[in-house]
């Protein structure tokens, strides 16, 4: 129980209960008490004043006039509780179309098997379980019952007036043709064209609206209507053209029409306005076709394609009303968008009724198709103007790595040389095999499969079985006339060399020098790429642009700890830990032990300085040597002393207490003439070559 903590100076604070008289204040008392209260103090005021009483949590007095001053002041039914619970938790209160069964359980919450029916309300919801009730009332109410089904679907709440949407002053509308017009891959009239886009530099300058609509009135005015006649004229010329490629690739990519796609068959009509007649920015006219609760409404505007307004589901609530099917609209074109990207390629909003204010829940991104040729879904992402995945930063940096200088096709080069010194050697050992033949018109033997050209098998060497790769080359990919000429030219070298006494060495062939060219253009491009590198990082530091794609890379931080990574073991369904005769489990391992070799027995050797450990251990291994010569010496005599073995025993023993446990472990390691299979280097040396003899002797 908390108290108020009062001054100094100050009066007992005001009763809970009005009807207990009031203590001595500050001023008929000479002493001051913290505040407690009032229930504490006597009534009889005579008496001397005593310490207050000390009461359980059980029994502190009760004041009844809390809830009345403190409770709820207002006090609001079931349903309006659920529909203000509803409002805050930010979806809106649709009204519920209940069965009986389940009218009857809202209404019975409170009463049931062990309470009997009280209100009314929950009486009535019970008798309308039974059919034979419920058809009774609806004669009673004199209609059927197929109207008494549709009066559940009514909206049972208030409905709002309609909105009046006004505009400060007149809405004017003027026909001008798009500004990506004409399509990609069309070609029009460039003259033809530069007269259409001369409309929208009209559109800078200012018109009296009043001087228009008298003259509109009058029958006087000139329109300007030139150019949108030029352009619907190509326009026409590109749908006559297009219309049977547009239907097929609708075919194609949808097979089921569904809202906002492209019409076709019986449902497209001559006429229809295809997607190039569009822009972002026209207002048009149109009839709303569908609603849809996730996606919004759809507006047909006479095109091939209806309208997409995105609304959605909980705003429908309060749109309901003013949106409905079959109403003539006015709107406005948002955006339009690749069709075969994205699903509603014509984004809209409602101008008149204008319902901008009803909208509170928007789309992120508009919706897309997920192809299956999207095989790199970043590039999509960016195409459709969505951020990237979060990916954790790798910390490379490209300008720091070393320049590449392996090209591709120096591998297949290569293979070529290779191939072409086998045939000038077969045909050095068969000479007969080539004769009156043609290089050039050589064929293959079997008919040559650039598929299986690669070819993976295994060979048995000695007791081990190793992988091998079979190359197959086409005789027609060779170049064997300037191969048999250079090697001609190299035998003449050679021959005049030995007569000479000196001895000829080839430095390079004419594939070894190709290969080096394309090993050297490669290098070279790699470091025009640095280069071009370093150029765009220190323009984009000196403009302040960020050096890589925003959001693309994220701290380690980001993601937090054991995060799923599919390339760790970890993760894998079967693993079981690190294996002890794995490879990695081998090598550390090795190198502790290595570790342990160089400073001494590896149980002790943090208890004593590092040259206690080295005259230990070569005193240790003096004793063993000492030891193996004394039993040679009495394995020659044949007769051995008991009791020489049980203390011989005993001194093992009281030498080997400290490491009884890692005898198995480190028994190698008093052997100086073990060796581990690639011992790894440490420190730049090896277990094997290192020896401690002699390191400490004067």
């Known amino acids: 129980m908390q108290f108020l903590q009062a001054p100094h100076f100050s009066s007992f604070p005001k009763p809970l209960n009005p009807s207990s008289p009031k203590p001595f204040s500050h001023h008929h008392h000479p002493f001051h008490f913290h505040c407690f209260p009032s229930s504490f103090f006597k009534t009889h005021f005579p008496k001397p004043f005593t310490a207050p009483k000390c009461f359980a949590s059980d029994e502190f007095p009760v004041d009844e006039t809390f809830l009345e001053n403190f409770g709820p002041k207002d006090k609001e039914t079931e349903d309006e509780a659920r529909r203000r619970n509803w409002i805050e938790r930010g979806w809106a209160p649709w009204e519920e179309i209940l069965t009986p069964e389940a009218d009857f359980a809202r209404k019975s919450l409170n009463e049931g098997e062990e309470v009997p029916l009280q209100t009314p309300e929950a009486i009535e919801a019970f008798k309308m379980l039974k059919p034979s009730y419920r058809l009774k009332k609806i004669k009673e109410m004199g209609i059927t019952e197929d109207e008494w089904y549709r009066k559940q679907f009514e909206i049972k709440g208030d409905i709002p007036e309609p909105l009046e949407t006004l505009w400060a002053g007149p809405l004017a509308l003027r026909h001008v043709p798009p500004r990506d017009w004409p399509p990609r891959g069309w070609e029009v009239d460039r003259e033809e064209l530069e007269f259409i886009r001369e409309a929208h530099k009209l559109q800078a300058v200012r018109v009296d609206l009043e001087k228009v609509e008298k003259e509109v009135i009058t029958g006087e005015a000139d329109m300007g209507l030139e150019r949108y006649k030029v352009f619907l004229k190509q326009y026409k010329e590109w749908v006559d053209a297009n219309k049977d490629r547009l239907e097929e690739e609708s075919f194609k990519y ?15 009509k001559e006429e229809m306005y295809e997607l190039p007649f569009y822009y972002p920015g026209q207002i048009c006219e149109g009839k709303v076709t569908t609603l849809h609760l996730y996606q919004g409404a759809f507006v047909d505007m006479g095109g091939v394609h209806d309208g997409w307004v995105p609304i959605k589901g909980n705003d429908w609530y309060w749109i309901r009303h003013h949106i409905k099917v079959g109403m003539h609209v006015i709107v406005e074109i948002l955006a339009k968008r690749d069709p075969y990207r994205f699903r509603f390629p014509i984004e809209m909003r409602f101008v008149h009724p204008s319902i901008d204010h009803l909208i509170f829940n928007r789309f992120d991104f508009p919706p897309i198709f997920h192809r299956d040729e999207d095989t790199n879904l970043d590039e999509m992402r960016r195409d459709c103007g969505r951020p990237p995945v979060p990916r954790k930063d790798p910390g490379d940096k490209p300008v720091e790595e070393p320049l590449l200088s392996n090209h591709p096709y120096v591998d297949k080069l290569w293979q070529i040389h290779v191939a072409e010194q086998m045939i000038l050697d077969d045909m050095e050992a068969n000479p007969e095999k080539y004769k009156d033949k043609i290089l050039s018109e050589l064929t293959d033997d079997d008919d040559y499969d650039e598929e299986n050209s690669v070819q993976h098998t295994k060979v048995k060497f000695k007791k081990t079985v190793l992988p091998k790769l079979i190359l197959k080359t086409s005789v027609k990919e060779l ?65 302040g642009l960020p050096l890589e794609e925003p959001g693309r890379y994220k701290p380690a931080s980001y ?46 050797w943090y208890e004593m300085d590092y040259e206690d450990a080295i005259k230990q251990k070569m005193a240790g291994s003096r004793g063993t040597m000492q030891k193996e010569a004394d039993d040679d010496e009495k394995r020659d005599q044949g007769s051995e002393d008991e009791d020489d073995d049980e203390k011989r025993d005993q001194g093992s023993e009281d030498e080997d207490d400290d490491d009884d446990d890692d005898d198995l472990i480190y028994s190698i390691l008093s052997d100086s003439s073990f060796e581990f299979p690639n011992q790894p280097i440490v420190n730049g040396t090896e277990s094997s070559s290192i020896s401690d003899e002699g390191m400490f002797e004067n």
């Open 559 to 604: 993601f937090g700890k054991d995060q799923y990574d599919p390339s760790n073991p970890l993760y894998r369904y079967d693993y079981w830990g690190e294996p002890k005769n794995s490879e990695k489990s081998k090598q550390e391992r090795m190198t502790d032990a290595h570790n342990k070799s160089i400073v001494g027995k590896g149980t002790v």
């Open 254 to 268: 949808d097979q089921d029409y569904y809202l906002g796609r492209r019409k076709r068959g019986k449902d497209y």
């Open 479 to 543: 170049d064997l006339e300037p191969a048999l000429a250079e090697r001609e030219h190299h035998n003449k070298l050679r021959r005049e060399a030995i007569e000479r006494g000196e001895q000829y060495k080839i430095s390079k062939l004419r594939r070894n020098i190709e290969m080096d060219e394309y090993d050297f253009m490669h290098w070279r491009r790699s470091f025009e790429e640095r280069e071009a590198l370093i150029r765009d990082i220190s323009c984009r530091r000196t403009l």
